[in-house]
């Protein structure tokens, strides 16, 4: 299985605490050492990193770890493949262009007998991996029921992909992280949680390596952040755990729809 990470911000924020943490694991405290990759947005452009060998070794990822990009929503993904080679093509995120936004996607998990469900004509895959299939199959999807051009209501497009993904849930495990450069949607098979950091803000330890950080120090009154993960980061904040089939949409830090 892989590790996912994500964060939502009201402000321009880095993410390098918790990247560091999440890089430990992989090939240091975890097994996920077939590439790793992340997207930060800027606006309605985004920046994205990929490399095909282990993240605690990556020359890449200490660029990452040491020079702290700011952005209101970035998705990160460390790989262990079960579906297509270790190549940069098959790392994680994947995205593509819908209503003239770059939407990003990973997923963790593994899908079975799904090559007959996924049939997509104007999103197609690059690599080789269940993961980017069905994400072209949610886009394809997406456009098939609301049309070439973005509704006034995204929450009910949201709806929507929720839906699509209990579909895909039936076929394995499907932990996914969406975004669209405005919201970020979450959506839980099994390993999934979530911490909101506000006023006031603490101190925080990172499970994976002797990292600690004062959070009063690095932000303002009104910051409000959200971080996703796979499994929690740190063993001293109270992170919410998500059940199966539960799925979120987080807006400037905030969660907007449960």
């Known amino acids: 299985m892989c590790?996912?990470?994500?964060?939502?911000?009201n402000v321009p924020t880095d993410i390098v605490f918790s990247f560091t943490g999440l890089a430990e694991r992989g090939g240091v405290t975890g097994p996920h050492?077939?590439?790793?990759?992340?997207?930060?947005?800027?606006?309605k452009g985004n920046r994205t990193?990929?490399?095909?060998?282990?993240?605690?070794?990556?020359?890449?990822?200490?660029?990452?770890?040491?020079?702290?990009?700011?952005?209101?929503?970035?998705?990160?993904h460390i790989r262990q493949a079960n579906r297509g080679c270790v190549s940069l093509v098959n790392t994680h995120p994947f995205?593509?262009?819908?209503?003239?936004?770059?939407?990003?996607?990973?997923?963790?998990?593994?899908?079975?007998?799904?090559?007959?469900?996924?049939?997509?004509?104007?999103?197609?895959p690059v690599g080789e991996t269940d993961s980017e299939l069905a994400f072209c199959w949610i886009l394809e999807s997406v456009v098939n029921k609301f049309g070439e051009y973005e509704p006034d209501n995204m929450n009910e497009v949201f709806e929507y992909i929720g839906q699509l993904a209990d579909e895909i849930r039936q076929l394995g495990v499907f932990n996914m992280l969406l975004s669209n450069g405005i919201?970020?949607?979450?959506?839980?098979?099994n390993n999934l949680c979530h911490i909101t950091r506000r006023?006031?803000?603490?101190?925080?330890?990172?499970?994976?390596?002797?990292?600690?950080?004062?959070?009063?120090?690095?932000?303002?009154?009104?910051?409000?952040?959200?971080?996703?993960?796979?499994?929690?980061l740190t063993n001293n904040e109270n992170w919410v755990i998500l059940q199966p089939g539960e799925w979120t949409l987080f807006r400037k830090g905030e969660l907007i729809r449960r």
Not at 183 to 189: E, G, I, P, Q, V
Request: hydrophobic share 40%; charged share 20%.
């Open 3 to 9: 590790e996912l990470l994500a964060m939502s911000a």
């Open 33 to 43: 050492v077939d590439g790793w990759g992340i997207t930060f947005y800027e606006g």
């Open 49 to 76: 990193f990929k490399d095909a060998c282990p993240s605690s070794k990556s020359h890449i990822a200490e660029l990452i770890k040491s020079y702290p990009i700011k952005s209101e929503i970035v998705i990160s």
């Open 95 to 124: 995205s593509r262009e819908l209503w003239g936004r770059y939407w990003t996607y990973v997923h963790n998990g593994q899908l079975t007998d799904y090559q007959t469900k996924f049939i997509v004509s104007r999103f197609q």
């Open 183 to 189: 919201d970020l949607m979450t959506y839980c098979t």
């Open 199 to 232: 006023a006031p803000f603490g101190k925080a330890t990172l499970i994976d390596t002797d990292v600690v950080i004062d959070f009063s120090q690095e932000t303002t009154p009104n910051d409000v952040v959200t971080v996703i993960a796979t499994r929690p």
